[in-house]
């Protein structure tokens, strides 16, 4: 279902367990003006990461390697795009919505939004990460649902944002002491860089709640961990109140919120991504390792850091909810 792959080449399930090699279409093309993924790239050479010297071709280059490792992550979910036509270090934008026509690579999923109902942005193929590329984005953030129910989450997203004076041990520990809760109500927990500063643990669920529902409950999971430690964790976002702390943030649940797409670049120097960890690789602070240079190889050696994920797939219950009570 991931037009634009190779049909021999299946992209890699989220769940899947093993590796597979680089798509013989990943090789660089020899010229740069050459198209992408049948992609015809305006300003090719413009260099978007300065201090990298990085350019719009080897960026599409980059998803080009890993669009089968990205791809399933977004399938079917609608978009927030973070687009910087100049390069990171110039004017940057969010785009939701869209009112131009989208052609075969980037499809459009019609939400209602207040009175109204708009069109975002989504893509399932190689092509359409390489329009992507093309219209100057470098962040892909995805919503926790995705089509035909998308009023029904099939995820929750954690996310803790560390304020100023916080160490690499007590994000750690803070992404321990998440996982034995959620573990407490036999739920997965899966971890990944931001590409930042932080840490994203995403709890994979059964798509069967509303999002009012699974925001609520996503609260609840922080407000005890809060109650446990209110030295060290906070849940709300004033960051007067952050100072030493780590904010869980659990508002990435809310209708019409985002988090930014495992295998994402990010609009800021050093060409970072956020990338799907195994547990034991919180040994080493990784938050900024991964970039455009070594995300394609990490991918052919490793096995998928989160091939269980589809088998920790489990539904949000009131019983859950009254154990954080």
Known sequence: SFKGLREDKPAIEIGREVAAPLPQSARPAANQNDPVAGIKLTHPDRVLYPDQGITKVELAHYYEQIADWILPHLEGRPLTLVRCPEGHHRQCFYQRHTRDAVGDAIHAISVREKRKTVQYLSVDSLPGLITLVQMGVLELHTWGS???????????????????????????????????????????????????????????????????YVKD??????????????????????????????FIDYLRNGRTASAVSAYSTRARSGATVSVPLRWQELDKDLRDHFNIKNVPERVTRLRNPWHDYETARRPLTTKLLRKLS
Not at 166 to 178: G, I, Y
Not at 219 to 236: F, G, K, M
């Open 146 to 212: 995705r089509v035909p129910r998308i009023e029904r989450p099939d995820r929750m997203t954690f996310d803790l944002d560390p304020g100023p004076n916080v160490s690499w041990d007590e994000v750690k520990a803070a992404a321990a002491h998440l996982r034995a809760r959620l573990a407490e109500l036999d739920l997965g927990a899966f971890v990944k860089t931001t590409g930042a500063k932080g840490l994203h643990i995403v709890v994979p669920i059964a798509p069967e709640q509303t999002w009012e």
């Open 217 to 246: 409950f996503s609260r609840s999971v922080a407000e005890s961990l809060v109650r446990e430690a209110p030295e060290r964790y906070i849940a709300t976002m004033s960051k007067a109140k952050r100072h030493g702390k780590i």
